[in-house]
């Protein structure tokens, strides 16, 4: 009886020192050039903004900066600034209409020294002409519309007060100078017509810059705002022995009684290089 007991005691001091020794041989030697094995790796927290984009210059600015906006500082941009509303000078020296425009699409750039001051400009260009001619058997009567050359100048100090991922709230002083140069002919040449105006603008714009960058394409932007201005016309009409000339001075906003110009005069599409 003792002799068994004595051999199941020996025998599980053995079993003991054989799971000792393999736990010690399953361990790293330095000594014998066992390496540690690497860590497993570790999850990456999530940023809040995907930046895995395609490799192009904008896509590697956004992915630095976090902003679409800030990827075009130093950028060259290039658009529509809308229209400006030049005064139209009145069709006849007898009495023409003083109050229509005449609108000048304007193409200009901007240039963002940094995230928070740009430079902008544009010139706009207006043109039109026409008649209408009336046939009664022999007899042709034609009548010839005033022609008119527009000449506009844009020039402001974009702001950007505040910026997300792809929105800019800025704030833009400008100023807008433009005139009017033309005439009416009208058959008899001591009674031509000969039409002129000016207009000086000095006020600001408020609104947003939406970047595409959603779509992959930061550097393509489109600017909504809406304006209020302090503006000076002048218009005048004279023929040899005739001339009538009004002067103003208005302060209202880029809209007026007229909703749609929202759509023409305060809408711009900018595409930087």
């Known amino acids: 009886m003792q002799k068994r007991l004595g051999s199941l005691v020996w025998s599980c001091i053995s079993l003991g020192c054989l799971i000792v020794a393999s736990s010690a041989l399953a361990q790293n030697n330095p000594e014998l050039g066992d390496v ?21 210059p904008f896509d590697g600015a956004v992915a630095r900066s976090g902003t679409d906006h800030a990827s075009v500082v130093g950028h060259l941009g290039v658009g529509a600034f809308g229209t400006v509303a030049l005064p139209r000078p009145g069709s006849t020296a007898a009495g023409g209409d003083f109050n229509e425009t005449l609108d000048a699409p304007t193409i ?16 706009g260009l207006a043109f039109v002409s026409g008649g209408v001619t009336t046939e009664m058997g022999n007899t042709s009567t034609e009548f010839n519309d005033p022609h008119l050359f527009g000449f506009a100048l844009h020039a402001g100090l974009p702001l950007a007060l505040a910026t997300s991922d792809h929105f800019t709230f800025q704030f833009v002083p400008e100023f807008n100078f433009g005139f009017v140069v033309g005439g009416q002919d009208t058959g008899v040449a001591a009674n031509d017509v000969s039409l002129s105006a000016v207009m000086l603008q000095l006020g600001a714009r408020v609104g947003a810059e939406i970047h595409f960058g959603f779509i992959g394409i930061p550097q393509l932007s489109l600017q909504g705002t809406v304006g209020l201005h302090l503006t000076y016309q002048g218009r005048s009409a004279s023929t040899d022995n005739q001339e009538i000339s009004s002067h ?20 711009a599409a900018i595409y930087y290089f």
């Open 36 to 56: 540690s094995p690497a860590p497993p790796p570790q999850p990456v927290a999530a940023s809040g903004r995907v930046t895995v984009r395609s490799s192009g």
């Open 108 to 123: 200009g750039a901007r240039y963002w020294l940094d995230e928070r001051l740009g430079l902008e400009g544009g010139l």
């Open 248 to 267: 103003s001075f208005s302060f209202g906003t880029t809209v007026q009684d007229s909703p749609w110009r929202i759509f023409t005069s305060n809408l």
